[in-house]
């Protein structure tokens, strides 16, 4: 029945990292007002920091991000160097030297950077952030380039968590996506990372790849849980090979349809609830006993740039070339060309090039998409009432929803919307009917399942 309703409904909706969504941002937001909302923060503020390293060392076919193929460690390097000179900028223009509860290192590859810069790198942030004794260090990191070295230097820099790229086990799928990293492989960093302290580790899998099926993808869970990753994070393959070229290396004819997108979503979910997981909002699985799915049970779940969150900052900081920002005020994001990050950070110039600044309408509608993309349900009411508003201001909404109540999808009692258990799949949808900004532009987003 999902696959008749998957047909009914265009799926290709945002997956609400943010509201409003990144295609919104514009130039009205540069590193001179960037500055200014830096300048007016709390000090008491508490932050998060996010840095970008658009490395690796070879190209991922299925990859989505933004990242660069390097051989040489130079540009690695010299990049190393920019962005400990956007640390000094940062903590120049902020009101005191700021307190850090969580950092994440995103790519691209991390783990491109050798361990001494690790050090050089995490003392320098540590000299312009106070870390805090609980900080959540964390670095997303690529099994075949780690060493036992380096897993150790990672753990001597401080790092505590890890998200390792796995997507899938099998070998047929590991050719086609040009990512060959058996099982053995990363239970073996696996195990380092446990021998020298680093025990908080996530998975990243994949459904949706070349040559996968249902049953492949349970033998794929199967096989993670051996490894007994606290997360799971589950994503659907985005195939966007008009934007993202290197991915028509990927035939197309490999590529499960929908009908067998939806199988293999089912089938990964139900096994990860098998072996004692929580489903976590779209798509993300806890252990009970961790912080993600303690933080559910409690509706103190966050949605950031990141994915799903425990994280509770007001402010995160991006770093490094493409990152997104986080402030009170609104969005920013730094220039994604090396050249043009490098460039403005070497005269003392924040390298925004886009951004938004909230405006009230932003804040509501951002806080009713978070509850739900986090909860499954949200109180409308009670939202709006937070921001001096009523439910009655979204009766609109309320009727877009309607043809998904009557595909039994979403449950709406009085003005609280939540989402059935077949809904599940849907929770980008629900969320969407919240959206003044959606058919603003013409934007192509990949398949939701
Ligand atoms: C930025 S990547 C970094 C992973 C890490 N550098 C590695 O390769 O091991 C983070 C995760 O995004 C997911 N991802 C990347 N491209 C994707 C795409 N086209 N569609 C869906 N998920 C994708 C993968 O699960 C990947 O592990």
Same mark, same amino acid.
């Given at each position: 029945m999902t696959v008749d309703l998957a047909a009914k409904y265009?799926?290709?909706?945002?997956?609400?990292?943010?509201?409003?969504?990144?295609?919104? #941002?514009?130039?009205?937001?540069?590193g001179d007002v960037y500055r200014g909302w830096l300048a007016d923060l709390d000090p008491a503020t508490e932050l998060s920091l996010y840095s970008h390293i658009?490395?690796? &060392?070879?190209?991922?076919? #299925?990859c989505g991000c933004y990242t660069k193929i390097v051989k040489r460690y130079e540009p690695v390097a010299e990049y190393l160097e920019t962005l400990l000179q956007e640390i000094d900028l940062l903590a120049g223009a902020l009101p005191g030297r700021l307190a850090a509860r969580h950092l994440h290192w995103g790519g691209?590859?991390?783990?491109?950077?050798t361990g001494d810069d690790w050090l050089r790198l995490i003392d320098r942030l540590r000299a312009a952030f106070r870390f805090t004794d609980d900080a959540e260090v964390a670095v997303e990191l690529?099994?075949?380039?780690?060493t036992e070295d380096y897993v150790r230097a990672l753990a001597r820099a401080g790092v505590n968590r890890t998200s390792i790229?796995? /997507? &899938?086990?099998?070998p047929e799928t590991q050719r086609a996506i040009n990512r060959i990293q058996p099982f053995e492989m990363t239970e073996q960093v696996v195990g380092w990372m446990r021998a020298h302290g680093i025990s908080a580790l996530n998975m990243d899998l994949m459904y949706g790849?070349?040559? /996968?099926t249902a049953d492949r993808v349970r033998e794929m869970v199967d096989l993670t849980v051996r490894l007994k990753p606290r997360r799971v994070a589950l994503f659907g393959y985005a195939h966007v090979p008009w934007m993202k070229?290197?991915?028509?290396?990927?035939?197309?004819?490999?590529l499960p349809d929908t009908a067998e997108r939806w199988a293999q979503v089912d089938a990964a979910s139900e096994r990860l609830v098998a072996h004692g997981y929580v489903a976590v909002g779209l798509d993300h699985f806890a252990l009970p006993e961790d912080e993600l799915a303690v933080a559910l049970g409690e509706g103190r779940l966050h949605r950031n740039f990141q994915g799903y969150t425990t994280d509770t900052a007001q402010v995160m900081l991006g770093l490094g070339a493409s990152a997104i920002g986080q402030l009170p005020q609104g969005y920013a994001q730094n220039a994604s060309p090396l050249k043009a990050h490098r460039e403005s950070v070497a005269d003392g110039? %924040?390298?925004?090039?886009r951004g938004l600044a909230l405006s009230e309408e932003d804040r509501v509608r951002g806080a009713i998409i978070e509850r739900l993309m986090c909860d499954?349900?949200?109180d409308v009411a009670a939202v709006a009432t937070r921001h001096g508003?009523?439910? &009655?201001? %979204?009766a609109e909404e309320f009727d877009k929803l309607e043809p998904l109540v009557a595909d039994g999808l979403v449950a709406i009692d009085g003005a609280t919307v939540a989402m059935t258990p077949a809904g599940r799949p849907f929770l980008r949808l629900a969320a969407a009917a919240f &959206?003044?900004?959606?058919?603003?532009g013409a934007k192509r987003y990949s398949k939701a399942v």
């Open positions: 265009d799926l290709r909706v945002p997956r609400y990292t943010s509201y409003p969504t990144a295609p919104h #941002f514009d130039e009205s937001v540069d658009p490395f690796c &060392d070879e190209m991922c076919w #299925f691209g590859s991390p783990t491109m950077l690529d099994p075949r380039t780690a790229g796995q /997507q &899938d086990f099998h790849l070349p040559y /996968q070229t290197h991915q028509k290396m990927i035939p197309e004819e490999t110039r %924040f390298p925004i090039t499954l349900r949200v508003r009523s439910a &009655d201001d %979204f &959206d003044a900004y959606l058919n603003r």
